[in-house]
T-cell receptor
Framework: DTEVTQTPKHLVMGMTNKKSLKCEQH?????MYWYKQKAKKPPELMFV???????INESVPSRFSPECPNSSLLNLHLHALQPEDSALYLC????????????????FGPGTRLTVL | AQKVTQAQTEISVVEKEDVTLDCVYE???????LFWYKQPPSGELVFLIR??????QNEISGRYSWNFQKSTSSFNFTITASQVVDSAVYFC???????????FGTGTRLTIIP
């Protein structure tokens, strides 16, 4: 079963709000990812966690704060976002990460459509 | 540096026609993996196939087939007897040994007309 779940499906928030996106997988994967996708563009990598430690941060603004409480769960905490942060946020997981191996195949969740007013 | 080019931005075909989506890649590495993902309107990226650089055998899965040619650095995807459910954006992607990131192409939006 290659299932990654994300909640909520949709989120509307004001620029002063604090909210969180949640991602979960029960495939025993040890790497989890956050991507941001704007309309008609490919996904852009934001963060990578490997064995629950932050491995890659693609110079993402600090108003986005990732957290990996355990190997199955990944959160993205949002605070003081801007309207240009409105996008589809995708979570993915892979068995392992790094080295371009077959175990790095990423499986994606359905995404959270975020609108910042 | 690595790069993936999907020159076809949008394609429309009538249902039951065959359609080929092109993917051309650039990489200096000899060991790499190529992927195709499907993104329907719902938003989820669905993994379709992974191919490693040492395996040039073409692959067929039902109505889907993939043609990997190292000589032209291409990894093309053909849908036979297209169906409306095939309507989606399709992304080709690349990762190579030592590179920790997936490099995506810009995607091809495929519309199947009933």
């Amino acid at each position: 079963d290659t299932e990654v779940t994300q909640t909520p499906k949709h989120l509307v928030m004001g620029m002063t709000n604090k909210k969180s996106l949640k991602c979960e997988q029960h495939m025993g994967h040890r790497a989890m990812y956050w991507y941001k996708q704007k309309a008609k563009k490919p996904p852009e990598l934001m963060f990578v966690y490997s064995y629950e430690k932050l491995s890659i941060n693609e110079s993402v603004p600090s108003r986005f704060s990732p957290e990996c409480p355990n190997s199955s769960l990944l959160n993205l905490h949002l605070h003081a976002l801007q309207p240009e942060d409105s996008a589809l946020y995708l979570c993915a997981s892979s068995l392992l990460h790094g080295g371009g191996r077959s175990t790095d195949t990423q499986y994606f969740g359905p995404g959270t459509r975020l609108t910042v007013l | 540096a690595q790069k993936v080019t999907q020159a076809q931005t949008e394609i429309s075909v009538v249902e039951k026609e065959d359609v080929t989506l092109d993917c051309v890649y650039e990489t200096r590495d000899t060991t790499y993996y190529l992927f195709w993902y499907k993104q329907p309107p719902s938003g989820e990226l669905v993994f379709l196939i992974r191919r490693n650089s040492f395996d040039e055998q073409n692959e067929i899965s039902g109505r889907y087939s993939w043609n990997f040619q190292k000589s032209t650095s291409s990894f093309n995807f053909t849908i036979t007897a297209s169906q409306v459910v095939d309507s989606a954006v399709y992304f080709c992607a690349l990762t190579n040994f030592g590179n920790e990131k997936l490099t995506f192409g810009t995607g091809t939006r495929l519309t199947i007309i009933p």
